[in-house]
């Protein structure tokens, strides 16, 4: 009677106790987990939305970025009053939105013309990042972003560019770094194709000192000038070389971080005219007409019209193809924007960035995707523990 006491009782503490550490697991990976999801961005740029910022979906977002700064002389400056008002408003979202950081960019497309010279001494980049610290402390914004297009290889027109920008982008952030509170963050825009990667950038000094460098993995080169390809392609395919995954691989192999790395996606379409039938439009030679956001693409492109849909199962992408009026749309769609999502977050990237929050619906659009795929893959982890 004794051992059968003892034996019931040890077989009810070890019962009992089975459920402890159990418990336990359950809430560490649910922290984890939580911590993960914090831990990967979502950043979004975003150009000329003042009025409307506060009908997307701010909550997904980790990260708000602003654009455009300019320079005036060698400081940063905002455009007019009414850009002004825009930064105002995005960073009075963080009263609903504590998680949200908001960034300011500086330059952009077209707006970098005196950069290679006004950056090109310490007298330059000493003004220039202490007006950086004055505007983030004036309009309590969290950081900069950097959108030099670009040095040493030069972009926009007649921008100058200069063999020392390499060099001298490096010494910028140094002193930005130098200046700026421990608790801003700095980030760059990188353009992926290879000779950016190989000229612009001494990516062993710089990347120590920024937070993160978004990666432009949007308006990608086509194989030859001329023709149709995917301008946001995922992989490489006999269509399309760059992509974003040959991108990331090769700075992998330089050496940059990984969790520093921010895969792009595009919210807009690019439009090609006067393409023929074969491959349907895909690799053809054809003339680019316009780019379309993403909220407007398929009530622009309809199905009735004769665009039909196409995927590319290698590059892992969209297209659209209307064989009657010879016109070819290459663009991100939810299901691309969700693979890049997976992608980023599988190999351990620090997340993904998009160009632009207006090009979105306000609602169940492509940031929708993006947010829903990283609860699948969190969804996914809890399982398989």
């Known amino acids: 009677m004794i051992k059968y006491k003892m034996r019931k009782g040890i077989l009810l503490t070890l019962f009992i106790l089975s459920f402890i550490p159990t418990s336990s697991f359950n809430q560490k990976s649910t922290s984890q987990n939580e911590k993960k999801q914090e831990d990967f961005r979502v950043i979004a740029y975003c150009l000329n939305e003042g009025g409307n910022i506060e009908k997307y979906e701010i909550d997904k977002l980790t990260h708000l970025i602003f654009c455009f700064t300019e320079l005036k002389g060698n400081k940063i400056s905002l455009k007019d009053s009414e850009d002004e008002d825009r930064l105002k ?22 707006c970098c013309e005196t950069c290679s010279d006004v950056f090109a001494s310490d007298s330059g980049r000493k003004e220039f990042a202490t007006s950086v610290n004055d505007l983030l402390k004036k309009y309590n914004a969290d950081g900069i972003d950097i959108d030099w297009e670009s040095p040493v290889i030069g972009g926009y027109e007649n ?12 010494s910028l952030v140094k002193e930005l770094r130098n200046i700026l509170p421990a608790k801003s963050e700095i980030c760059f825009d990188a353009n992926s194709f290879k000779t950016y990667i190989e000229l612009s950038i001494d990516w062993q000094s710089v990347m ?30 006999p269509f399309q070389y760059e992509s974003a995954d040959i991108a990331i691989h090769k700075l992998d192999s330089i050496g940059v971080p990984m969790n520093k790395m921010i895969i792009g996606a595009g919210f807009y379409s690019e439009v090609y005219e006067n393409v023929d039938s074969v491959n349907n439009g895909l690799g053809r030679p054809g ?19 004769g665009y039909e849909y196409h995927w590319d199962s290698i590059a ?3 297209f659209l193809y209307n064989k009657r009026l010879k016109t070819f749309v290459t663009f991100d769609d939810k299901k691309s924007v969700s693979l890049k999502t997976n992608y980023a977050i599988e190999n351990k990237l ?4 998009f160009w632009n929050l207006k090009y979105d619906t306000f609602r169940a659009g492509l940031l929708d995707a993006i947010d829903k795929q990283i609860k699948t893959n969190i969804n996914k982890t809890t399982t398989n523990i």
Do not use: C
């Open 287 to 305: 003339t680019s007409k316009s780019s379309i956001h993403y909220k407007k693409l398929f009530e622009t492109f309809k199905e009735k019209d």
């Open 89 to 110: 408003r995005f960073v009075e979202l963080k009263a609903k939105h504590p998680k949200l950081k908001v960034l300011v960019a500086f330059g952009g497309w077209g």
């Open 208 to 237: 120590p000192l920024v937070d993160f460098v978004n990666l432009m993995t949007y308006t990608l080169p086509s194989n030859v000038k001329g023709q149709t390809g995917h301008h946001a392609a995922l992989y490489s395919s």
């Open 159 to 170: 921008h100058k560019a200069s063999k020392d920008d390499k060099a001298n982008f490096t």
């Open 350 to 353: 620090g997340g993904i960035m």
């Open 316 to 318: 892992q992408a969209p």
